[in-house]
């Protein structure tokens, strides 16, 4: 027979979790199951179910052996108002990636410049400066309307909405 002195009974080693890092930083714990070309296959904790979960909707893999798995490095980093010169406009609303959130919409008037390229250059600066304000990765121009006629010095108010990563 055995005593144990101490009074402490040995507790049984808790399982720490795999991370599934999806696109746009969201983070679960899971056991992962198994890993096939196209999928992952986990179980979340808790659950007595497996799920699956496309491959190209996951960033990473993080396992409880601390090895990371990297299948789709993130496209956009948070970018700061300093950083307005990484935005991309579009006119495409296909070109919106699909992981991205609406942040709102905006709108700028540039004063009037020498020519219309160099104006039209302003207001997307101006634009691309506003997205970065709300913490936006990509613009879509939803409306661009000039001013100033042959002759008259051109103007420009350019409409869209800011599209990025929502903080959770």
Do not use: C
């Amino acid at each position: 027979m055995t005593l144990n002195l101490n009074g402490q009974e040995k507790k049984s080693e808790e399982k720490v979790a795999d991370t599934i890092v999806h696109r746009g930083g969201k983070k679960t714990p899971v056991t992962i199951r198994r890993i096939s070309n196209n999928m992952i296959y986990y179980r979340e904790e808790g659950e007595t179910e497996n799920s699956e979960i496309e491959r190209k909707l996951v960033e990473k893999v993080i396992h409880n052996t601390g090895r990371v798995e990297v299948f789709n490095p993130p496209t956009f980093e948070m970018i700061t108002e300093d950083d307005w010169r990484h935005v991309i406009i579009t006119e495409d609303p296909d070109d919106i990636l699909q992981h991205l959130d609406e942040l709102g919409e905006i709108e700028v008037t540039s004063p009037a410049g020498r020519n219309r390229r160099t104006t039209h250059r302003n207001a997307e600066i101006r634009l691309k400066k506003q997205a970065a304000a709300k913490g936006g990765t990509m613009v879509l121009v939803t409306n661009t309307r000039f001013r100033g006629g042959f002759g008259d010095v051109p103007s420009i108010t350019m409409k869209g909405v800011a599209y990025g990563i929502m903080p959770h």
